[in-house]
């Protein structure tokens, strides 16, 4: 099987993106980060949804997860306001993690060897113009693999 024919369709962002759009794809969609394009639609990195979470949170709740107790319930719901007008690229760490990026024949061992050397559980499948044409996740990488 190659990574053409399990890549599934899946929502992009731009780095202008106000940050607080690409959290909302992020939660609808369940994914685990989304990938960041160019104007012609070729893959740059990944955003990862930790990576959300670092810039809208309080620096004293990253510093001591016990701190977080001091919100309750009810104020966490605004937690993303952390985020204010910031953009996907305000997001981005400086130093961006190489994006993991497969051709469209390639196989299963080897999508599952670049998501493993990356660390990111979400590899982009490009054409030969390394236009983006899916995706494939950690999730359905292992569901094909265990054929499940």
Do not use: F, H, K, W
């Amino acid at each position: 099987m190659r990574a053409g024919e399990i890549a599934a369709p899946m929502s992009t962002v731009a780095e202008d993106l106000p940050a607080r759009e690409a959290a909302r794809v992020l939660a609808a969609q369940d994914l685990p980060g989304l990938i960041v394009v160019d104007a012609r639609g070729r893959p740059l990195t990944v955003l990862a949804g930790t990576q959300v979470l670092r810039m809208a949170l309080p620096a004293y709740c990253q510093d001591d997860p016990a701190l977080a107790r001091v919100i309750d319930e009810a104020a966490a719901d605004v937690i993303l306001e952390g985020i204010g007008e910031r953009t996907v690229a305000d997001l981005l760490p400086r130093n961006r993690p190489e994006l993991p990026v497969v051709r469209a024949d390639a196989t299963m061992l080897e999508v599952a060897s670049v998501m493993a050397r990356s660390g990111v559980p979400l590899v982009a499948v490009v054409d030969e113009q390394r236009v983006m044409t899916g995706a494939i996740t950690l999730d359905g990488l292992l569901d094909r693999m265990l054929g499940t």
